[in-house]
């Protein structure tokens, strides 16, 4: 890293998925704002270098989840992390933020914390959903963290780490009234038409064990309803991996594959069948009516299932306390019970008015200026 004048600093991020990369990459924009020089190096995605992030290793190499999953990729993931770390004590800037990633992250920023860099993670992770004791690790591993959700600053705060409430970015960039006829239309479909969504995930394993799930129930809704149509978007890198699986599962149904496009998918649908993650926040903020489903390597679900606190896993029931959206998970997620799930959406209007009510809502509650709080709260650490 070249040395810069003392208001351009230099940064390393590392955002481990397509979700890590959004948020980076709006976080990005505004470090960037407040420093137009600013150097941003590591690990990332289109998102970020849209935002002139220079990306050591691109973001889709640690987009593995689940325990077997990690376990099959464990040498390359660790091989990564040990030469990053070396590169980055070689080079020293002025600060780490690490995005989301904790098993990648936190060790790593533990490393780099006693080495005397200081160290930022965004995203506090779900202790207060599962993992309760990784709270010790973030202690040793951040000097600082960016919160996305109210409660968890005063949770920090009991095991003294320093952290801040800056909302979720992605209550800042979608837009409280929902753009319903211009994404249709950009996606080429009538405004009448009743249109469903299947987004199944952004790692190579979601597609692997959800897509022929949510398509085999698109299948099993069109035989029912032959008037729907049915959008999937897809991030960038795993087309080879849905197409395949449409000509499986879905082969008559009409259904059009999105080269990414999300956004546009979730402001047009009228329903989406979705994979727990990031995804059913975005569609919360859409306010659009759901079912969360997630099904991974039998051996992971067996660990993790012991690990949860709460009754609910999707980020939407979790943020509004109650099931406000229906799960399936694991052996529920059969394509008939999500078949079954989205026609109780498609049959009660009135259920999704109110939905839509709760989900405004949310919005309100997580809407700030998340890409200034968050730059506030790294300038300071950074004694800027």
Known sequence: MVAQA????RLALVAGEA???LLAGLLMGGLRQRWPDLTAQGIGGPRMAEQGFEAWWPHHKLAVRGYAEVLRHYRDISGIRKQLARRLLQERPDAFIGVDAPDF???LETWLREAGLKTVHFVCPSI??????RVTKIAKAADHVLCLFPFEPELLARHGISASYVGHPLADTIPLEVPRASARQALGLSATEPVVALLPGSRRSEIQYIAPHLLAAAALLHRCRPELRFV???VPGLREMIDPLVATHAA????????GRSHEALAACDLTLIASGTATLEAALFKRPMVITYHMHW????????????PWVGLPNILCRDFVVPELLQDQATPQALADAALAWLDDPARCERLEQRFLELHHLLRRNTAQAATDAIAQVLGR
């Open 6 to 9: 003392k208001s351009a600093p």
């Open 19 to 21: 979700s890590g990369d």
């Open 105 to 107: 992250n936190l060790g």
């Open 128 to 133: 207060w959903a599962w993992r309760a004791k």
């Open 232 to 234: 999937l978007p897809v």
């Open 252 to 259: 008559d149904v009409p259904l059009s594959v999105l080269d």
């Open 299 to 310: 051996l992971s679900w067996q660990l993790m299932k012991r690990m949860g606190y709460q």
